[in-house]
């Protein structure tokens, strides 16, 4: 068995930058295609009437 030195550091650097790359590209994939979908939203609206007693004047 021989022992084998890294010597450079390029490879490991590069190696890892496209996996950050694929990363990111796979992330923005997702969140696009999350956008694409449709949503149901409420149709209903809500609205709640806040009488004006309830509100005090703090000086």
Do not use: C, H, W
């Amino acid at each position: 068995m021989q022992f084998t030195r890294k010597t450079s550091y390029s490879k490991s650097i590069i190696g890892l930058l496209i996996k950050l790359f694929l990363i990111a590209i796979v992330f923005i994939g997702i969140i696009f295609l999350l956008n694409k979908l449709d949503f149901p939203a409420p149709k209903k609206t809500i609205e709640k009437i806040i009488p004006n007693e309830n509100f005090k004047i703090v000086k």
